[in-house]
T-cell receptor, first 115, second 111 residues
Framework: SQTIHQWPATLVQPVGSPLSLECTVEGTSNPNLYWYRQAAGRGLQLLFYSVGIGQISSEVPQNLSASRPQDRQFILSSKKLLLSDSGFYLC??????????????FGPGTRLTVL | SQQGEEDPQALSIQEGENATMNCSYKTSINNLQWYRQNSGRGLVHLILIRSNEREKHSGRLRVTLDTSKKSSSLLITASRAADTASYFCATSSGGSYIPTFGRGTSLIVHP
């Protein structure tokens, strides 16, 4: 069966510090991978998605970047964190790129607080 | 990109009652999905309903889709305290396979 891991679970970082959040998927190959941010009491904002190694699409201009160095690894980074980067970050994967088969499977999330 | 909007934003019921949440959207969709999120956790996929389907069931969950009204509903029958969570609808349309999520309905089931 497929599993998705995210770490760390929680993170408190000072403004201006770097960030690296990691997500890995097991039990599937060539997944689509996604990074979302969720503000308190809000919906999900898609930040990045990837359909393959080294292929990253950015949905919104921001202080963050993403990389996919391996098929089942997705990394969210920042060189200098802003207060507005605080939030709940979720990684997800989906199996197909056919429109009718696009269920997403989410990791447990990382709670990031920037002080 | 279009976004489904859930209604109500918050719902509070007693255990054993039914809970109904609605999702409205603006343009034609390929499919609509419902997800659940327990507090501080990731989302869990519940049901996917395609644009040519009108109703789907999964255990105590019943999802309907009315494409003429551009709306969907999620019914949870005989609710339990463990159903307490936020529920999101997500729509996919056009050539995109990436669903767009609404802001969710917060459901509280009192024991």
């Amino acid at each position: 069966s497929q599993t998705i891991h995210q770490w760390p679970a929680t993170l408190v970082q000072p403004v201006g510090s770097p960030l690296s959040l990691e997500c890995t998927v097991e039990g599937t190959s060539n997944p689509n991978l996604y990074w979302y941010r969720q503000a308190a009491g809000r919906g999900l904002q898609l930040l990045f998605y990837s359909v393959g190694i080294g292929q990253i699409s950015s949905e919104v201009p921001q202080n963050l970047s993403a990389s996919r160095p391996q098929d089942r690894q997705f990394i969210l980074s920042s060189k200098k964190l802003l207060l507005s980067d605080s939030g709940f970050y979720l990684c997800a994967w989906s199996a197909g790129r056919v429109r009718g088969y696009n269920e997403q499977f989410f990791g447990p999330g990382t709670r990031l607080t920037v002080l | 990109s279009q976004q489904g909007e859930e209604d109500p934003q918050a719902l509070s019921i007693q255990e054993g009652e039914n809970a109904t949440m609605n999702c409205s959207y603006k343009t034609s969709i390929n499919n609509l999905q419902w997800y659940r999120q327990n507090s501080g956790r990731g989302l869990v996929h519940l049901i996917l309903i395609r644009s040519n389907e009108r109703e789907k069931h999964s255990g105590r969950l019943r999802v309907t889709l009315d494409t003429s009204k551009k709306s969907s509903s999620l019914l949870i029958t005989a609710s339990r305290a463990a159903d307490t969570a936020s529920y999101f609808c997500a729509t996919s349309s056009g050539g995109s396979y990436i669903p767009t999520f609404g802001r969710g309905t917060s459901l509280i089931v009192h024991p």
